[in-house]
Nanobody, 121 residues
C-alpha cells in the first residue's frame, strides 16, 4: 500500500521557476521508480521525468522537453521526490502528476491527485 500526494504547483510567469514535491507514504520500500507526468487540456498524458527509488541507485531520466530545464531529485529520509522546473514556458502549463512503480518494474500503478502548473506569457 502506497499513497502519493503532490504539492508545489501554482501560477508563474514565463521564465520563472517552480518546485514540485511528491510525498510518498505507506510501504515506500516497495517502490522501484518514481516519475512525473503531465497532462495539458486536450492533450494526452506525457512522461516528464523519473528517478530510480530502490536498489541503491538514483538514475534519472528526462523527456526531451524537460532536459536542461527540469531536475528530478529525491530525499529518501522524507520519502519525497522533487521536480525543480526552471525557465518555464507557457507550453509547460498542465496538471502534473507523480506516480510510482510499486512492487515491480515497467508500470506506474500508483498515482497522486495532481497539482496544477500554469505559466503565463
Amino acid at each position: 500500500q502506497v499513497q502519493l500526494v503532490e504539492s508545489g504547483g501554482g501560477l508563474v510567469q514565463a521564465g520563472g521557476s517552480l518546485r514540485l514535491s511528491c510525498a510518498a507514504s505507506g510501504r515506500t520500500f516497495t517502490i522501484y521508480y518514481m516519475g512525473w507526468f503531465r497532462q495539458a487540456p486536450g492533450k494526452e498524458r506525457e512522461f516528464v521525468s523519473a528517478i530510480r527509488w530502490s536498489g541503491g541507485s538514483s538514475s534519472t531520466y528526462y523527456a526531451d522537453s524537460a532536459k536542461g530545464r527540469f531536475t528530478i531529485s529525491r530525499d529518501g529520509a522524507k520519502d519525497t521526490v522533487y521536480l525543480q522546473m526552471n525557465s518555464l514556458k507557457p507550453e509547460d502549463t498542465a496538471v502534473y502528476y507523480c506516480a510510482a512503480q510499486v512492487g515491480h518494474l515497467g508500470k506506474y500503478d500508483v498515482w497522486g491527485q495532481g497539482t496544477q502548473v500554469t505559466v503565463s506569457s
